[in-house]
């Protein structure tokens, strides 16, 4: 299983970016597929998970109103819309795979079997 993230860059506060995570070698429609963040000094965090298994999608309240992940199976692929950046949203982001159909309970960093290698989002003016 391989997931290539992509779509990092620098972005003023208010700004946007849409994150890719294309999978490959997983059974797509089987998997819930999420991003994390870690920014530097603190530990890896859930940013959003979408689970293809149930349709399911998980968002953790500090992204809430403001990022969107949604994901196109025929490309195996899963975006996050971020919007209205903030200079605490700046961290490597990761996307990660795991098995679909759980609670969000379930998707911590432990529970997820594949990591892509990450993509920097940089927010400041």
């Known amino acids: 299983v391989q997931l290539q993230a992509s779509g990092g860059g620098l972005v003023q506060p208010g700004g946007s970016l849409r994150l890719s995570c294309v999978a490959s070698?997983?059974?797509?429609?089987?998997?819930?597929i999420g991003w994390f963040r870690q920014a530097p000094g603190r530990e890896r965090e859930r940013v959003s998970i979408?689970?293809?298994?149930?349709?399911?999608?998980y968002y953790e309240d500090f992204v809430k109103g403001r990022f969107t992940i949604s994901s196109d199976s025929a490309k195996k692929t899963v975006y996050l819309q971020m919007n209205n950046l903030k200079p605490e949203d700046t961290a490597i982001y990761y996307c990660?795979?795991?098995?679909?159909?759980?609670?969000?309970?379930?998707?911590?960093?432990?529970?997820?079997?594949?990591w892509g290698q990450g993509t920097l989002v940089t927010v400041s003016s």
């Open positions: 990660a795979a795991g098995p679909g159909g759980y609670s969000s309970s379930f998707y911590s960093v432990a529970n997820m079997w594949w």
């Open positions: 070698g997983l059974g797509f429609d089987a998997a819930a």
């Open positions: 979408i689970s293809a298994t149930d349709g399911a999608i």
